[in-house]
């Protein structure tokens, strides 16, 4: 066990009386060990332990790796179960840990701050499962395609764009997540005018997919001579990122490409060589038999074959996602009593002279305006779930 009780002075009664009355109380501890309890059930630790068991007997099987895709979406399967185990041991462990440093400082072995530290941690660790468990969908585990346009405003909104695009590169980077840029288009002054980022890691889709949406930003702005207060728009589409094992029917007599030099920063090809591709897809809706154009442009590399096998995997995501919002309306239609999440409509404020960013969705809010734009969105990322997961489930 990781806690390590240390000996604490002996207090005084009186002491002793005020510290027990601010520590946590005996309802917090029931309250941890409950939820706790409640997660082993939830998640069927067991059941999951031996399903990874006979899952991995799987994997031993001769001639295992003779179908790699098959192989890699096995391994990816045993990996998936095994961080679930691992993660309702953590929970268990600070749990235990929490129990102990409660029942030790009776015997006044250890502080009042030894156990509200433990507590925090075991708390902490309740609430990440217990949010990580509400991501049910199939796409929710997948990585995802993050995509920033700004809006009408010219270089004001352009440069609300890349500090956008900023924050959700820091986001990616606390969180352990590997990104890579597949489309990128500098603004005329400042700024960017778009950008595609791939986000690659657990969960990516499933805890940013509640960022879709019109981001406003209201400050005084730079880039005005009068010193004004003005207000930028920017537009936030994420997508899950489809992989090789989905089914996502792409009709070659739709699909057209055209190549282009590609723009940037320094070397000798820039401009010279047409490694950009632009593809586009006519795009016909099977539910409506509505049509419209899917344009995908992409820049990511040198080599013209990786950008159009970027772009198809692109295409592929979106067809994949319009196939999800079908689920969704349909299920929305069901279930009308619950409150609906409209796509592209504005759902957060950033408000830098006032110190406050708020979600309009969740209410939502915080004043750590600079935490904010350098990736602290994980309070309404957990506020959004919290409120409307579950509703787009089939």
Request: charged residues 30%.
């Given at each position: 066990?990781?806690?390590?009780?240390?000996?604490?002075?002996?207090?005084?009664?009186?002491?002793?009386?005020?510290?027990i009355?601010?520590?946590?109380?005996?309802?917090?501890?029931?309250?941890?060990?409950?939820?706790?309890?409640?997660?082993?059930?939830?998640?069927?630790?067991?059941?999951?332990?031996?399903?990874?068991?006979?899952e991995?007997?799987?994997?031993?099987?001769?001639?295992?790796?003779?179908?790699?895709?098959?192989?890699?979406?096995?391994?990816?399967?045993?990996?998936?179960?095994?961080?679930?185990?691992?993660?309702?041991?953590?929970?268990?462990?600070?749990?235990?840990?929490?129990?102990?440093?409660?029942?030790?400082?009776?015997?006044?072995?250890?502080?009042?701050?030894?156990?509200?530290?433990?507590?925090?941690?075991?708390?902490s660790?309740?609430?990440?499962?217990?949010?990580?468990?509400?991501?049910?969908?199939?796409?929710?585990?997948?990585?995802?395609?993050?995509?920033?346009?700004?809006?009408?405003?010219?270089?004001?909104?352009?440069?609300?764009a890349?500090?956008?695009?900023?924050?959700?590169?820091?986001?990616?980077?606390?969180?352990?997540?590997?990104?890579?840029?597949?489309?990128?288009?500098?603004?005329?002054?400042?700024?960017?005018?778009?950008?595609?980022i791939?986000?690659?890691?657990?969960?990516?889709?499933?805890?940013?997919?509640?960022?879709?949406?019109?981001?406003?930003?209201?400050?005084?702005?730079?880039?005005?001579?009068?010193?004004?207060?003005?207000?930028?728009?920017?537009?936030?589409?994420?997508?899950?990122?489809?992989?090789?094992?989905?089914?996502?029917t792409?009709?070659?007599?739709?699909?057209?490409?055209?190549?282009?030099?590609?723009?940037?920063?320094?070397?000798?090809?820039?401009?010279?060589v047409?490694?950009?591709?632009?593809?586009r897809?006519?795009?016909k809706?099977?539910?409506?038999?509505?049509?419209?154009?899917?344009?995908?442009?992409?820049?990511?590399?040198?080599?013209?074959?990786?950008?159009?096998?970027?772009?198809?995997?692109?295409?592929?995501?979106m067809?994949?996602?319009?196939?999800?919002?079908?689920?969704?309306?349909?299920?929305a239609?069901?279930?009308?009593?619950?409150?609906?999440?409209?796509?592209?409509?504005?759902?957060?404020?950033?408000?830098?002279?006032?110190?406050?960013?708020?979600?309009?969705?969740?209410?939502?809010?915080?004043?750590?305006?600079?935490?904010?734009?350098?990736?602290?969105?994980?309070?309404?990322?957990?506020?959004?779930?919290?409120?409307?997961?579950?509703?787009?489930?089939a």
């Open positions: 066990m990781r806690f390590f009780p240390t000996f604490a002075r002996r207090k005084a009664n009186n002491d002793k009386i005020r510290l009355t601010t520590m946590i109380t005996i309802e917090q501890l029931k309250d941890v060990r409950e939820r706790t309890e409640a997660l082993n059930r939830y998640l069927d630790i067991e059941g999951k332990k031996i399903q990874v068991e006979e991995q007997l799987r994997t031993q099987a001769p001639g295992f790796w003779d179908d790699q895709k098959a192989a890699e979406a096995q391994m990816k399967k045993v990996k998936g179960l095994q961080q679930w185990i691992s993660g309702y041991n953590e929970v268990k462990t600070l749990a235990d840990e929490l129990q102990l440093a409660f029942d030790f400082h009776k015997d006044e072995l250890v502080t009042e701050e030894e156990v509200d530290e433990a507590y925090n941690k075991a708390v660790a309740v609430e990440a499962l217990e949010l990580k468990n509400m991501l049910r969908d199939e796409a929710d585990q997948m990585d995802c395609v993050l995509k920033i346009n700004s809006g009408a405003g010219g270089t004001e909104s352009q440069d609300w890349s500090m956008l695009m900023r924050m959700y590169l820091r986001y990616a980077e606390t969180h352990g997540y590997k990104t890579s840029i597949a489309n990128l288009q500098e603004g005329d002054e400042a700024g960017i005018k778009t950008c595609t791939e986000i690659s890691g657990p969960y990516a889709y499933g805890y940013l997919k509640g960022e879709n949406g019109v981001h406003r930003l209201v400050r005084v702005s730079p880039y005005n001579a009068q010193g004004k207060r003005m207000t930028s728009f920017a537009s936030v589409f994420v997508t899950p990122l489809v992989d090789d094992t989905i089914e996502v792409i009709e070659p007599a739709r699909l057209s490409w055209d190549t282009f030099r590609s723009g940037g920063a320094g070397g000798q090809n820039v401009n010279k047409e490694s950009g591709v632009r593809l897809y006519q795009y809706d099977p539910y409506t038999g509505e049509e419209e154009e899917i344009l995908i442009e992409n820049t990511e590399t040198r080599d013209q074959p990786k950008n159009r096998e970027n772009a198809l995997r692109l295409l592929r995501s067809l994949y996602d319009k196939e999800m919002k079908h689920r969704m309306a349909e299920q239609k069901i279930e009308a009593g619950k409150k609906k999440i409209e796509w592209g409509s504005q759902i957060r404020s950033y408000v830098f002279d006032d110190r406050r960013v708020k979600d309009h969705r969740t209410n939502y809010q915080t004043s750590d305006v600079n935490g904010v734009m350098d990736g602290k969105i994980d309070g309404f990322i957990k506020a959004y779930l919290m409120e409307f997961a579950g509703e787009g489930e």
